[in-house]
């Protein structure tokens, strides 16, 4: 890759996704370009540049999107996992087998407050003489 290569596609990025590549970053664009140039029928990133320069705007999406962290993964430590799972926290709402989501760990936040919730209306209700326990 062209120093001038490197230059139009850190522009690019920058426009485009935020992403703001350092000088020294050059291996990072040429690891995850080189695939996606091959795939797409080109040999490698100096003909993906030229591709991009002609206006091709799905493949720079392509571009934007390979460079780019995409993944969102909330994964808490295992051992708080298994506490929370223990407790009723994110083992009621999580599918079996799979880490909890942050949804998941709210839905178990929002099941022990209800919970609590209820045996504390339960214990004022009992201790003002309404319903016998």
Known sequence: MTPMDYEF???LLKERSGLD???D???LVESRLTP???RVGLSGIAELVQKIKSGTEALTSEVVEAMTTNETFFLPRQDSVRSSAANGAAGACAGA???PRLADLVCGFIQRARAV???DVHQGIRSAGGVAG
């Open 36 to 38: 996606l140039a091959r």
């Open 117 to 119: 919730f209820d045996r």
């Open 97 to 99: 087998g799979q880490p």
């Open 21 to 23: 590549l350092s000088s």
């Open 25 to 27: 970053k050059q291996y």
């Open 9 to 11: 596609l850190r522009k």
